[in-house]
Structure formats: C-alpha cells, structure tokens
C-alpha cells in the first residue's frame, strides 16, 4: 500500500503570495489532519477533517484554510504569506482520529 | 500550545547502548504516541500506547505509561547507527495531537 503522498516537496514563494499544498492519504483513511512544523520545534496542529467536515481547527489566523475532497484528498492554503510561514507542513492520516496517525513527507515551505 | 515535553533535549550514546527518553505532559489523554523523525523530513509512527495501558513493546522499542504521574517513557535497545534521529512524544486528546520539542538521538560508530 502506498503510504501517505503530499505535493509539491519544496516550494519557494514571495510575501503576500498563496500557496496551495496537498494531501492523499492511505486507502481506507477518512482522517485528515494538517501540522506546521518550524525548525527545531514539534509539529503544530492546524485542521483536521474527517468525512470532510472540519472537526478542529488549532491557533492559526484565518489566512490558513483547508478542505477535504470526496476521495478524502486534502488541501491546505495559505493565503497573504508571510515570513513566519516558513516550515515544514505535514499531513497526517488515520482511519478515525482515535488510531495511529501516519505522515507524509511534507511540504517544505519558504516564504521570502 | 505544547502539551508533551521530551526530556533529555538531547542524547548522544556509543551504537549498541541503550537510549531512553521521557515524556510528560498535563491533561488527560486518550492515547500517546511515540514518533521518529529523519533529518526533518515526516515522522514515522512508532508505538501508539492507551490510556488504560501501563507497558507496550515493539522490537527493540519498549514503551511505558504512567498516567498518575502524566508521564511516558521511551527505551530503545541495543541501538544502531540508524536510530540516529529525533524523537517525539505526542498526546491525544480528542482529534488533534500535541507534540513537544522532542528529543535529539546521536548514535556514534
């Protein structure tokens, strides 16, 4: 079974520019969640959507939202970038949010 | 904000020593899960233990639970020169999971 994909690898954008990251889970996962991760700390929790509806949102402005497709994909924008959004964002899938949640490699982010 | 905290920061150890590594954190939890990460890239799920679980194994991997004192233990065996990594406890409480900083695993030839 493939394991969780996420795209692009790296991505280099402007201040004030969006950026548009995605996510495909393992067969059979309903759940999926969003983290930020800054250099040298653990990952934050962003969103996580199950059967896509929104189940929780963690302390991020509004300029961060997400959605979850039919097929259980994921995106997460970002809108009005800025500096401070540069990190590694992981996505994470399960198959209710109670089980083990398995990552994908992640989008590297900088934002100049 | 973090719930867990690794404790050490860090640890550098000779290749076939045991490495251990604790975690604490301050709310009730559903379950706690264990993770390795590799040069910053995604994190590998590595044992899941519950609430109602005081001890779990997996290969070389040994996982205790205390939840009176709110506090994990991670013990890895005979390492290896692969085992160089970080290291992540995170809590679960409810749908999301809360990572701390983790702890930095050397393992030196």
């Known amino acids: 079974d493939a394991g969780v994909t996420q795209s692009p690898t790296h991505l280099i954008k402007t201040r004030g520019q969006q950026v548009t990251l995605r996510c495909s889970p393992i067969?059979?996962?309903?759940?999926v969640s969003w983290y930020q991760q800054v250099l040298g700390q653990g990952p934050q929790f962003i969103f996580q959507?199950?059967?896509?509806?929104?189940?929780g949102r963690g302390n991020f402005p509004d300029r961060f939202s997400a959605r979850q497709f039919p097929n259980y994909s994921s995106e997460l924008n970002v809108n009005a970038l800025l500096l401070g959004d540069s990190a590694l964002y992981l996505c994470?899938?399960?198959?209710?949010?109670?089980?083990?949640?398995?990552f994908g490699p992640g989008t590297r982010l900088t934002v100049l | 904000s973090q719930q867990g905290e690794e404790d050490p920061q860090a640890l550098s150890i000779q290749e076939g020593e045991n490495a251990t590594m604790n975690c604490s954190y301050k709310?009730?939890?559903?379950?706690l899960q264990w993770y390795r990460q590799n040069s910053g890239r995604g994190l590998v799920h590595l044992i899941l233990?519950?609430?109602?679980?005081r001890e779990k194994h997996s290969g070389r991997l040994r996982v205790t639970l205390d939840t009176s004192k709110k506090s994990s233990s991670l013990l890895i065996t005979a390492s290896r020169a692969a085992d160089t990594a970080s290291y992540f406890c995170?809590?679960?409480?409810?749908?999301?999971?809360?990572f701390g900083a983790g702890t930095t695993v050397t393992v030196r030839a």
């Open positions: 994470a899938t399960g198959q209710s949010s109670y089980n083990e949640q398995f």
């Open positions: 067969s059979g996962h309903k759940s």
């Open positions: 959507y199950y059967e896509k509806e929104e189940r």
């Open positions: 709310t009730s939890i559903n379950n």
């Open positions: 233990i519950r609430s109602n679980e």
């Open positions: 995170a809590t679960d409480n409810d749908y999301k999971l809360s």
